[in-house]
Structure formats: C-alpha cells, structure tokens
C-alpha cells in the first residue's frame, strides 16, 4: 500500500527550522544555531517567559528535592541571565503573594549587570572576593537556607581543561557555601561528569547528610553536565 502525503515522519521532519550557512560563520555555530531553533526547552522557555531554557533544570531539580520552600533565604551564584531567579521567586514567596505562607529572600549575584527581576536582589560581585561572604549575608538578612549555582567557566575548547576549570569553581562555590549557609542547608551546582569530581564529592559528604547527583531531564542528552544537589548542611 502506497504511503500517504504528508505521513508522521515527513511532517515531524518538516517541522525543523532549517538554518541555513553563512559566510564567515562556522559550522559549530551553524550547528549551535541549529540546535538552538529546534530544542523544545528553548521554545517552551519563550512561551513561559523564562529567560533561557536553564530554568528547568532548577525546577525539575526543586520538584524532586523541595529546597525552595516558601520563607527560604536563597543565594544564586553566577545567576545572569536570571532564569533560575524566575523559578525561585514563586516557589520560596519572595512576592508575598501566598498570604498564608512565610515570605523568602533570594539574593542573585553575578559580575554582570542583570535586569531586574521582581521580588528578588540582583548585585554584581565577585563571590571569590575577600569579605563577599559577609555581604550576602549583610543583604540576604542572615544566614542562607539554599545556594544555588549554574555557573560554567568559560570555554578553552579543550575538554579536560574544561572540564577541571568548572570542578574548581564547584568548588569554590562549595566553600562559599559552606561560609554563609544556615545549618540544614542545601547546596546546588552544576559539576561535569569524568572523574576529577572525586574529591569534590568527598568534601560534600563530610559536610552535608545527603549528597545527590543528578542529570534533570531538561540537561541536553549529549551534554555531559550534571547536578549535585547537597543536603543537609552539617554547620
């Protein structure tokens, strides 16, 4: 039997956005640009009105584990373009608009201008700065119930490199963590899978009760990302 105009597999494969080449541009770009134009996080983040497609990986990381409670003090590390602001914002009532549940903080750091974001402090600072402790701290009003981080380093376009330069700023967003968390606290950071997080895991063991590593179902499948999410902050 002859198929049909216009069967399933035609039309799925009419629905990409083709990009076409472009003088000057390079292939990875093209195929960046390709990826971009037919990813359905990126569409879904337009329609949502998310900053970027990263902010569902804090909310399927946050439907699984529950760190943002409403009242919570929240510290977002690296946090342009905000898109994990926008998520928290509701979840931990920074607005008040749940009247009957407590009204949280979030405090989103960056070492660039961020537009604002209602209901959340957008500053630039540099977190590895002496004292920059003590003034989130100062303008979260206290200690952190959750620090949260999506930070990359930028790349060298050498995978191993790459991939340490990012390990060592998990780890110094850990040891951040560790200076303005509240006891019981939670600890959020993206770490790239290969090996060289062992001592990494180690330290978030001895610090906290419950340490998990997880990959949301929004991380892109040939991404090599994943989360740790750290539980538990033994003080």
Known sequence: MAK???????GLRDLRTRVKSAKGRRLS???WLDRQLNDPYV???KKDGYRGRAAYKILELDDKYRFLM????????GCAPGGWIQVAVPRINALGTRKSKEVGT???IDLQEVDPIPGSDIRVLDFLDEGADDLVKEWLGGKADVVMSDMAASSSGHK????LRIINLCEAA?????DVLEEGGTFVAKVLAGGAEGDLQKLLKEKFTKVANVKPPSSRADSSEKFVVAMGFRG
């Open 70 to 77: 409403p009242g919570a003090r929240v510290v977002d590390l």
């Open 160 to 163: 191993q490199t790459d991939h």
């Open 43 to 45: 569409v879904r983040a």
């Open 106 to 108: 979030i405090l989103g």
């Open 4 to 10: 049909e105009k216009g069967s399933s597999g035609r």
């Open 29 to 31: 770009s093209t195929l």
């Open 174 to 178: 850990a040891y951040f963590a560790f």
